[in-house]
């Protein structure tokens, strides 16, 4: 059965720390994503991966970096957490082209910037 | 602009009305379509697709959804609801880059 795990379902951080989110699939896929979702805006696209060791912004890249050394796992980072990165965080990965387009996500991480 | 719009933010229904949830997409984005559902505090789950084909396209759960190419949309419908369906729906299209586009989500609050 498809997978794609987060390392944690909830975080609480102070302003400042650095932030770390892990997301691994079990599917080999290419691709890999990361969505913040906020009421009434949707899911909007901060960095995607389609290989290890690329990566290529998304629409809200500001304030976050990525990285994928291997294939399964693609990690977010907050450099410097702030409040206004208060957030549920979902991590996706598909195959490259046809119907697999669809994207198979994760449970999300609820994360908290005090 | 590619881009994805789900008419309604919220949508309140009785159990066992039908319901209808309504997106339109952009015509510049590539027509492979989606809905996905979160139930509280869970990812995205895959409710049905629309890749080519038959316009009509049955899921999971009794939703099906129907593809029209003229007026850009591809709306969500179920005969009749059940509390278990309380949750938020997403659209999603497809760009040319392997990204999906998705609308901004709506709430189905279905009440007994």
């Known amino acids: 059965d498809v997978k794609v795990t987060q390392s944690s379902r909830y975080l609480v951080k102070r302003t400042g720390e650095k932030v770390f989110l892990e997301c691994v699939q079990d599917?080999?896929?290419?691709?890999m994503f990361w969505y913040r979702q906020d009421p009434g805006l949707g899911l909007r696209l901060i960095y995607f991966s389609y290989d290890v060791k690329m990566k290529e912004k998304g629409d809200i890249p500001e304030g976050y970096s990525v990285s994928r050394e291997k294939k399964e796992r693609f990690s977010l980072i907050l450099e410097s957490a702030s409040t206004n990165q208060t957030s549920m965080y979902l991590c996706?990965?598909?195959?490259?082209?046809?119907?697999?387009?669809?994207?198979?996500f994760g449970p999300g991480t609820r994360l908290t910037v005090t | 602009a590619q881009s994805v719009t789900q008419l309604d933010s919220q949508v309140p229904v009785f159990e066992e009305a039908p319901v209808e949830l309504r997106c339109n997409y952009s015509?510049?984005?590539?027509?492979?379509l989606f809905w996905y559902v979160q139930y509280p505090n869970q990812g995205l789950q895959l409710l049905l697709k629309y890749l080519s084909g038959s316009t009509l396209v049955k899921g999971i759960n009794g939703f099906e959804a129907e593809f029209n190419k003229s007026q850009t949309s591809f709306h969500l419908r179920k005969p009749s609801v059940h509390i278990s369906d309380t949750a938020e729906y997403f659209c999603?299209?497809?760009?040319?880059?392997?990204?999906?586009?998705f609308g901004q989500g709506t709430t189905l609050q279905v009440k007994p």
């Open positions: 996706a990965s598909s195959s490259p082209g046809g119907s697999s387009y669809e994207q198979y």
């Open positions: 599917m080999d896929h290419e691709n």
């Open positions: 015509s510049s984005v590539s027509v492979y």
């Open positions: 999603a299209g497809s760009s040319n880059t392997g990204k999906l586009i």
